[in-house]
């Protein structure tokens, strides 16, 4: 099975940016969709981004659009998150749904990013 390794999560202040970084230990050729997720401490964890595999088509969590900018270049995922805010600490993670599945159901292992002011 594919593996997933997120990268790029430090510590970042306010209104900086952050570019994440996800790693396929294999080829994505399987996966129908690649979405970003991050969970806050006493948080659900919550999608902010996801992109076809194949269409390219994106969506964007309401809370970062405008902001956050998902994109793939060959089988690497990355989330560009620009004028960050103390709400988007959090762990974030890569994921895949693959083509015939309604879920995502492979999963980095996650990496944190944590905004101070």
């Known amino acids: 099975q594919v593996q997933l390794r997120e990268s790029g999560g430090t510590l970042v202040q306010t209104g900086g940016s952050l570019k994440l970084s996800c790693t396929a230990s294999?080829?994505?050729?399987?996966?129908?969709?690649l979405g970003w997720f991050r969970q806050a401490p006493g948080k659900e964890r919550e999608q902010v981004a996801r992109i076809g595999r194949y269409t390219e088509i994106k969506a964007y969590a309401d809370s970062v659009t405008g902001r956050f900018a998902i994109s793939r270049d060959g089988d690497k995922l990355f989330l560009q998150m620009n004028s960050l805010n103390r709400e988007d600490t959090a762990v974030y993670y890569c994921a895949a749904r693959l083509s015939g599945s309604t879920d995502f159901t492979i999963w980095g292992q996650g990496t944190q990013v944590t905004v101070s002011s």
């Open positions: 294999a080829s994505t050729s399987g996966f129908a969709t």
